[in-house]
């Protein structure tokens, strides 16, 4: 870190690139509101899809979300223009955008990217229908939100293993539909799932 904060005086690319280093060693030490300063910063100086992408991420988990929907618009233009419109990076913008009703086109145009270059049963494929579940559930649209998270947890399974702390984040927002429906019996033994293999996983 103490190295890095040297290159910082160098010409902006290089201090950009050192500033989001910092932010991984950050991250890695679970400093979230650090990690989306530093990252904040790198992408202020050099505003490429990279260094967007983790602003916008660390600035949601530091609960800056104003300023995380602000990046998200920078995001979906540097994917548009380094990535081109059916990469897996405009996807990846395209589902950090907004939610509610305004954003059902941009996730389901994202869902439609991810089958015409991955396949219907592709682990990036079952992220762009859980993503499309959550904007249902705020919706209130729970059927529809249930059957996505369901399709998305049976293609987990298969491409990730249900042991992977991807596969239990699902999990945890499936839980936490049941939770809002008042299923506490249908929730509550997903929840000790998702608790399981986080301890298995990350500690």
């Given at each position: 870190?103490?190295l890095?904060?040297?290159i910082?005086?160098s010409?902006?690319?290089s201090?950009?690139?050192?500033?989001?280093?910092r932010?991984n060693?950050?991250?890695a030490?679970?400093c979230w509101?650090?990690?989306?300063t530093?990252?904040?910063k790198?992408a202020?100086l050099?505003p490429?899809?990279?260094?967007?992408?983790a602003a916008?991420?660390?600035?949601?988990?530091?609960?800056?979300?104003?300023?995380?929907?602000?990046?998200?618009?920078?995001?979906?233009?540097?994917?548009?223009?380094?990535?081109?419109?059916?990469?897996?990076e405009?996807?990846?913008?395209?589902?950090?955008q907004?939610?509610?009703?305004?954003a059902?086109?941009?996730?389901l145009?994202a869902?439609?990217?991810?089958?015409?270059?991955?396949?219907?049963?592709?682990?990036s494929?079952?992220?762009s229908?859980?993503?499309?579940a959550?904007l249902y559930?705020?919706l209130n649209?729970?059927?529809?939100?249930?059957?996505?998270?369901?399709?998305?947890?049976?293609?987990?399974?298969v491409?990730?293993?249900?042991?992977?702390?991807?596969y239990?984040?699902r999990?945890s927002?499936?839980?936490?539909?049941?939770?809002r429906?008042?299923?506490?019996e249908?929730?509550?033994?997903?929840?000790e799932?998702?608790a399981?293999?986080y301890k298995?996983?990350?500690?």
């Open positions: 870190d103490e890095l904060q040297q910082e005086q010409n902006i690319e201090a950009a690139h050192a500033i989001y280093l932010g060693i950050a991250a030490e679970i509101a650090d990690a989306a530093l990252y904040s790198a202020l050099d490429t899809y990279k260094h967007l992408l916008h991420d660390f600035l949601e988990l530091a609960g800056q979300y104003q300023a995380s929907i602000s990046i998200g618009k920078q995001l979906l233009a540097a994917a548009m223009n380094e990535f081109g419109e059916n990469s897996r405009h996807v990846v913008a395209i589902n950090n907004g939610k509610y009703s305004s059902e086109p941009l996730y145009q869902l439609e990217i991810e089958i015409a270059t991955h396949g219907l049963e592709s682990h494929c079952a992220i229908l859980s993503n499309l959550s559930v705020e649209n729970f059927e529809t939100a249930e059957r996505l998270y369901k399709k998305s947890l049976e293609i987990g399974k491409t990730i293993g249900a042991s992977h702390p991807s239990a984040i999990l927002s499936l839980a936490e539909l049941y939770r429906q008042g299923n506490y249908s929730a509550e033994p997903l929840y799932k998702v399981e293999i298995d996983t990350i500690g």
